[in-house]
Structures are given as structure tokens and as C-alpha cells.
């Protein structure tokens, strides 16, 4: 029997087919008005489980509407497998949630941070007793580039050209060593901070983990399918598969 787990963002989504708890398919950049169909058309797909931090519990069931077998649209309520220590979990974002899982079910009984490199750089703390504490959240790559280009009158809108050395010779240059030389020096600082903790592993997901991840110092853990995982695990521990 195969499940379905679905992270939707904006306006792409991308989802992952599991037989218990191995990922046997992956697909992503997947348009909303074609999910219905995808998972109609899987053989033996029989419980599919949603994420979203854009749409609401109407918006998802109107996007599965003839998807008839098990379905979980992850909402603040939805029982979990880890516990949270959040002051205000109703505004705690569902990929935020399911990566959490997912870390705590391929490092149990261990500290885990988490950071998820996307729009927004995402820190996410799940100590070794399975709680969620909280975490950090600031400004991703493609974001620092945007800002430097509107809130300046004449800097230029800029992109990423590999690891630049820490001390521009151009404007060019300079803007893009303060965001990822930036970046680079925030990821090792915080990791250093959290490491005060107590020994935990570093997990990196997101679509710039694979940019940075060789920029880190302490050893790390790429799992670029992490959110997925976690959804997966919080189908099951709801008993729908």
C-alpha cells in the first residue's frame, strides 16, 4: 500500500509516494490543479497527507475534492509525534512542524536543529526528549539580495555566482560577498550557539542547503526531503495508511 505526502507552497507543490516508511517516488515543481489528479491516478495510493503554509483547510479539501480515500490536511491540532514548546503553536507554520518530525524520526532520542534554507532561513530546535522548543527565523538569500536592490537607490539586483572571497573588488562583488559570505557566517555562528545546548545534529533541507552545505564547519546531515518524511510520519501516528 503506498501513501502520499504533499507540501504546497504558492503555486507549485511538490509531493513524495511512501510504501511504510521508504520514499519510492518524488516529484516536485507540480502545479496545484493537477495534485487531484496525480493522486487519483497512483495504483494503491490509499491515504494522502497536506501541507500548506498558504492555504486554508477549505482551499486544500477544494483541491482533492475527488480524492476519496484517507486524506490529513495538517492543521495546529492534528496530534503529532513530538510535543511542542511554543508560545504560540496556532501561527507555527506546517513545514516548520513536519521537518521537526522528520528529524525526529532519523535522529530519535537526539538533539536536532534543523535549518531550512528557502525564502526564509528557518532554525528549528527538537531536543532529545522529543519536543519542539522554537527556534530562529531570518531573512534567506534571494530575499538579502532583493532588499540591498529596493531599499537602495542605485545598488543592482544580484544573484548568487558561487562562493565569492570575502573581500569585493566591485560593487558586484561586495554585495554578493555580504550575502553569502553573511549567510555563511550566520549558519556557523548559531550552530555554534545552539551547539551550547548540548550535542545535536545539524540537518539541512530547504532549496539553498546544497549551496551552503559545504560552507559549514560542524558535520552535517542534507536531507532535502525532510518535511516530506515528517509528513509521512504524522500520517502514520494518526493511523491513516
Not at 1 to 24: C, H, P, Q, R, S
Not at 171 to 183: A, D, H, L, M, R
Not at 187 to 197: A, C, D, F, R, T
Amino acid at each position: 500500500m503506498k501513501t502520499a505526502a504533499i507540501d504546497i507552497g504558492n503555486t507549485f507543490a511538490k509531493i513524495g509516494f511512501f510504501e511504510k516508511d521508504k520514499l519510492v517516488d518524488f516529484q516536485k515543481g507540480l502545479p496545484l490543479d493537477e495534485l487531484d489528479d496525480l493522486v487519483n491516478q497512483q495504483k494503491n495510493c490509499e491515504a494522502i497527507v497536506v501541507s500548506s503554509v498558504t492555504k486554508s483547510q477549505a482551499d486544500l479539501e477544494a483541491i482533492f475534492n475527488t480524492y476519496s480515500k484517507k486524506k490529513l490536511f495538517l492543521n495546529p491540532a492534528t496530534p503529532l509525534p513530538i510535543q511542542k514548546d511554543y508560545k504560540t503553536p496556532e501561527t507555527l507554520g506546517a513545514d516548520r512542524v513536519a521537518g521537526a518530525v522528520g528529524a525526529n524520526f532519523l535522529f530519535p532520542k537526539q538533539n536536532c536543529l534543523i535549518i531550512d534554507m528557502g525564502t526564509a532561513i528557518k532554525y528549528d530546535y527538537v531536543s532529545s526528549d522529543g519536543v519542539f522548543r522554537g527556534g530562529i527565523i531570518s531573512p534567506g538569500m534571494r530575499i538579502r539580495f532583493e532588499a540591498l536592490h529596493t531599499f537602495t537607490k542605485r545598488l543592482p539586483l544580484l544573484e548568487a555566482e558561487g562562493i565569492p572571497e570575502l573581500i569585493g573588488q566591485s560593487t558586484k562583488e561586495c554585495i554578493q560577498s555580504g550575502v553569502i559570505n553573511g549567510i555563511i557566517a550566520e549558519l556557523n555562528g548559531i550552530i555554534e550557539k545552539y551547539s551550547e545546548l548540548g550535542k545535536c545534529n545539524v540537518i539541512l533541507c530547504g532549496g539553498d542547503a546544497r549551496f551552503f552545505e559545504n560552507q559549514i564547519k560542524s558535520p552535517t546531515f542534507v536531507a532535502p526531503n525532510l518535511v516530506l518524511i515528517g509528513l509521512n510520519r504524522i500520517l502514520a501516528y494518526n493511523n491513516i495508511e
